[in-house]
């Protein structure tokens, strides 16, 4: 089946510097994607969100980027702050009108202070 | 203030046992999901109800059961005969397209005992 993956499953970076996450899905009739912080026994958060006519969203200090030609979606957050320790899911909409989100398995994001 | 509840935070189930988690949101949302998550992993699917006395398996249905009487509520069973049930709980709601993306609930985490 269709699915979303991730590259790196830890990433480490020093406070203050950027931190890029990395995504590639699958399902090339994706219409719609999603970045989901999930602290320590909490819920997902929604971070920032793109649509397929969209190559690039801002938000604050976090900027989503997506490349169709590769199917890969990826996010930036610039200075990072120890705040921003969280797993960090990305998801799609997996082509079928928004009907349900498929998510990728996560990336751990650690700042080192 | 609208959000999604989930009770309780934490549950212990003997084996054998049925145990019900409940999810209430008062978003008005059309659409409800059951997410399972594992330590290190992403969130599988489990159920969903995209409109009031109806709902579709997800990923990984079997074990698990679910009603939709009510817009504001979807809770889900976690039947006997769930082979691995300890795991964390989450539920989510959108409106009926997920193009505003989900809002989870706080999760319940299920541990037999």
């Known amino acids: 089946g269709e699915s979303v993956g991730l590259h790196l499953p830890t990433l480490s970076v020093q406070e203050g510097d950027n931190s890029i996450i990395n995504c590639a899905y699958s399902n090339s009739a994706s219409d719609y994607f999603i970045w989901y912080k999930q602290e320590s026994g909490k819920g997902p958060q929604f971070i920032i969100d793109?649509?397929?006519?969209?190559d690039k969203r801002q938000g604050q200090r976090v900027t989503v980027l997506l490349n169709k030609t590769v199917k890969h979606l990826s996010l930036q957050i610039a200075a990072t702050q120890p705040g921003d320790s969280a797993v960090y899911f990305c998801?799609?909409?997996?082509?079928?009108?928004?009907?349900?989100?498929?998510f990728g398995a996560g990336t751990i994001l650690r700042v080192k202070s | 203030d609208g959000g999604i509840t989930q009770s309780p935070k934490y549950l212990f189930r003997k084996e054998g046992q049925n145990v019900t988690l409940s999810c209430e949101q008062n978003l008005n949302h059309d659409a409800m999901y059951w997410y399972r998550q594992d330590p290190g992993q992403g969130l599988r699917l489990i159920y969903y109800?995209?409109?009031?006395?109806?709902?579709q398996k997800g990923d990984i249905a079997e074990g698990y059961s679910v009603s939709r009487e009510k817009k504001e509520s979807f809770p889900l069973t976690v039947t006997s005969a769930q082979k691995n049930p300890t795991a964390f709980y989450l539920c989510?709601?959108?409106?009926?397209?997920?193009?505003?993306?989900?809002?989870f609930g706080s999760g319940t985490r299920l541990t037999v005992v």
């Open positions: 793109i649509r397929s006519n969209m």
């Open positions: 998801a799609e909409d997996g082509g079928e009108y928004g009907n349900k989100l498929v």
């Open positions: 109800s995209q409109i009031v006395n109806d709902f």
């Open positions: 989510a709601s959108s409106p009926d397209r997920v193009y505003y993306g989900y809002t």
